[in-house]
């Protein structure tokens, strides 16, 4: 039997890896099914902000994967989402490589349509890329993709989480004004849906440092082998390097791919059939399709399956909107996360792709093992520390100087004064005397210049005005 979390959630297995912590299927026995639950790996403060910045979004939209609940246990802390089976992108590409064109209008116009959610609620997502794009396991049917992952997403506005000399996204699917440090917004989310793109067409992880420099010395490439030049406009518009030059919104992305689908030829007989299998393999020992086999000790008896009570606990829990309101698997396993540099551009078919691309990528790969898929930091241009404008004192000891006990030398970096030279000694004020009775009433009056001064003074003064008085009457 698996782990019971705050009386309510048994952890099943892990499926996957977040950019804060591991993601688990997990039996809610509230609920009667099972969740995607991704509980925080590191209880350090910042890793603790990102994941309550991230459980915080409530955003209802069908092509997103946002929290439905959360719950925090003793030291633990975890949100739950609906359970997604379908795989990731990475899957997808993995196993049949580049899609075809109308079918990767449909994933891009679903991540667009999401997107737009996202951005209408003043968030940005950060960490667009095809490991953090799931898909529900439809078969052959039409694929319902879902947005997720959004552990260093944050609203405009909001203070970063991140030091000023740092970059946090993912390295391949950064925009590059997020490379020179500036502040996160909506052109650097359509630049990463442009990369995905491409991914999507070419079957491999392009080299966005070369396209960018191919964009910025030549200007706007014809398209790669393979790819509808109608559709090779709107995905070029999407990677232009300078933000003015893209789209300006997700909305007015996906209105000219679909003018682009217009032109675009219908699917031929021969074409290979898209088929999105379930990736999450079977449940393991101790579990069955209706939850665990067995009761297991941490679960509260009234919320056992089959008791109707469901009084409450003394365990926390956060909101749980309705089951509409998405939820996570885990971000993406395989192996494109690997593959984060490239030297050059192919040329077997034209495009822009990392000369290292992994053959391996083509194998279904099992979602059952934890795979890194987070998020990871670049430095941007380094620039000159500031000279200190405040620079400390020396602390190398004056010859013949006595350390002084009335000074915390624990302080003296910060101090105008070295703690080892003495303060000059101040000299004790002289006794007053206390006078009492009348004396004490003329010593407490101002004191006046002396008698002899003051009698020569004003008779000085008289024999002034009687001079004035008599010129006065003379006139």
């Not at 804060?20 to 809610?28: K, N, Q, S, T």
Request: hydrophobic residues 40%.
């Amino acid at each position: 039997m698996g782990e019971v979390f705050a009386g309510r959630y048994e952890l099943a297995d892990p499926i996957g890896r977040g950019g804060v912590g591991a993601v688990w299927r997990a039996w809610d026995h509230r609920r009667r099914r099972y969740v995607a639950a991704k509980v925080l790996q590191q209880r350090d403060a910042h890793s603790l902000l990102r994941f309550v910045r991230e459980q915080a979004l409530r955003i209802d939209h069908p092509h997103v994967l946002a929290p439905a609940s959360w719950a925090a246990d003793d030291d633990k802390v975890l949100f739950t989402m609906d359970l997604v089976a379908g795989g990731s992108l990475v899957h997808l590409v993995g196993d049949y490589g580049p899609l075809p064109p109308l079918f990767v209008c449909t994933l891009l116009d679903q991540l667009l349509s999401g997107l737009a959610a996202v951005h209408a609620e003043g968030v940005v997502h950060r960490d667009v890329k095809p490991a953090n794009v799931l898909l529900e396991a439809t078969g052959t049917g039409r694929p319902r993709l879902r947005l997720s992952d959004f552990g260093i997403a944050m609203r405009l506005g909001e203070p970063r989480l991140t030091e000023t000399n740092l970059v946090v996204g993912t390295p391949g699917y950064l925009a590059p004004e997020q490379v020179m440090g500036a502040e996160p917004d909506f052109p650097a989310d359509l630049f990463a849906v442009g990369l995905v793109a491409l991914y999507l067409l070419e079957g491999a992880k392009p080299d966005a440092k070369a396209l960018v420099q191919y964009f910025l010395e030549h200007g706007t490439p014809g398209p790669p082998k393979g790819i509808p030049e109608p559709l090779w406009q709107v995905v070029a518009s999407l990677l232009q390097p300078d933000p003015a030059d893209r789209f300006r919104t997700a909305t007015g992305a996906r209105k000219a791919l679909a003018a682009a689908v217009e032109l675009l030829p219908e699917p031929g007989p021969d074409d290979e059939l898209i088929e999105i299998f379930d990736q999450l393999g079977p449940l393991p020992p101790g579990f069955g399709p209706g939850g665990p086999l067995r009761q297991a000790s941490g679960v509260a008896l009234e919320l056992v399956p089959g008791e109707a009570a469901e009084p409450a606990t003394d365990e926390v829990h956060g909101s749980e909107p309705g089951a509409g309101n998405g939820a996570f698997t885990g971000s993406g396993t395989g192996t494109d996360s690997r593959r984060f540099t490239g030297s050059g551009t192919g040329t077997g078919s034209g495009g822009f792709t990392a000369s290292g691309t992994d053959t391996g990528s083509r194998t279904p790969t099992s979602t059952g093992s934890l795979s890194d898929t987070g998020s990871f930091r670049l430095p941007p241009p380094q620039q000159p520390p500031a000279p200190d404008p405040y620079p400390a004192p020396s602390r190398h000891p004056v010859p013949g100087g006595v350390p002084d006990p009335r000074v915390d030398t624990t302080t003296a970096a910060y101090t105008a004064r070295d703690p080892r030279v003495p303060p000059p000694p101040a000299p004790p004020p002289p006794p007053v005397p206390r006078a009492r009775g009348r004396r004490a009433r003329r010593a407490a009056r101002r004191p006046g210049p002396p008698a002899k001064a003051a009698i020569p003074i004003l008779l000085l003064a008289l024999v002034c005005y009687a001079v004035g008085f008599w010129a006065l009457a003379r006139v």
